[in-house]
Nanobody
Framework: QVQLVESGGGLVQAGDSLRLSCAVS????????MGWFRQAPGKEREFVAA????????YVPDSVKGTLTISRDAAKNTVYLQIHSLKPEDTAVYYC????????????????????WGQGTQVTVSS
């Protein structure tokens, strides 16, 4: 029903900008949201941002607000995460995910609310 493929990660320098992409293939769901999460070595999975597919309403937590932008291009079936000025602490595996229950709880920061996950893309930031 759902396939997600992340891309755009790699080795970058502190201060650089980076845009991650997630190509989405969805055949069943219409009221859904896309989320970005990241997980650093030895750390819990952290919510980064979410966006509703239909209206492009966004939710970004205060911890990362102002450092990145989430967007989507419906024509290309792609969601993006633009990180404006990378820091070493941004180093992590970044995952995109689908929340198929947007109508029940709105935009969510909980991993458990997301039904489908991509394989992740590694972002490594050097000084």
């Amino acid at each position: 029903q759902v396939q997600l493929v992340e891309s755009g990660g790699g080795l970058v320098q502190a201060g650089d900008s980076l845009r991650l992409s997630c190509a989405v293939s969805i055949r069943t769901f219409s009221n859904y949201a896309m989320g970005w999460f990241r997980q650093a070595p030895g750390k819990e999975r952290e919510f980064v941002a979410a966006i509703s597919w239909r209206g492009a309403t966004t939710y970004v937590p205060d911890s990362v607000k102002g450092t990145l932008t989430i967007s989507r291009d419906a024509a290309k079936n792609t969601v993006y995460l633009q990180i404006h000025s990378l820091k070493p602490e941004d180093t992590a595996v970044y995952y995109c995910a689908v929340d198929s229950k947007l109508g029940y709880h709105g935009l969510s920061s909980r991993p458990a609310d997301y039904d489908y996950w991509g394989q992740g893309t590694q972002v490594t930031v050097s000084s």
